[in-house]
């Protein structure tokens, strides 16, 4: 499995960036995908998550960040929109390995990950 984000960046409050996230050596059309992000002296913590069939999203980025994925050019983006200082963070993307009609937020279920992109917001 390998996963390699791009598309990070700086930007001032009320920005917007695209992450993407290509991958092989997994079943990308149905197997869970996730975006996470692990601000300085942070937890990791999920922020969007695409299954076969839903999207599922942190409270904390719903109506700014978008989740999609192209199953024809194997990659996954983050589109996020608004963005605000306290998204500062590098960003992972990620895969459980499995497919699942509702893919959770939950860190610990996902195996395999990418190397981070960084995301800075300045005010």
């Known amino acids: 499995v390998q996963l390699v984000e791009s598309g990070g960046g700086s930007v001032q409050a009320g920005g917007s960036l695209r992450l993407s996230c290509t991958a092989s050596?997994?079943?990308?059309?149905?197997?869970?995908l996730g975006w996470f992000r692990q601000g300085q002296g942070k937890e990791r913590e999920g922020v969007a998550t695409?299954?076969?069939?839903?999207?599922n999203y942190a409270d904390s980025v719903k109506g700014r960040f978008t989740i999609a994925r192209d199953n024809a050019k194997k990659t996954l983006y983050l589109q996020m929109n608004s963005l605000k200082p306290e998204d500062t963070a590098m960003y992972y993307c990620a895969t459980t390995g499995d497919a699942r009609w509702w893919c959770p937020l939950d860190t610990l279920l996902y195996t395999s990950w990418g190397q981070g992109t960084q995301v800075t917001v300045s005010s």
């Open positions: 050596g997994f079943t990308f059309s149905t197997d869970c």
């Open positions: 695409s299954s076969f069939g839903t999207l």
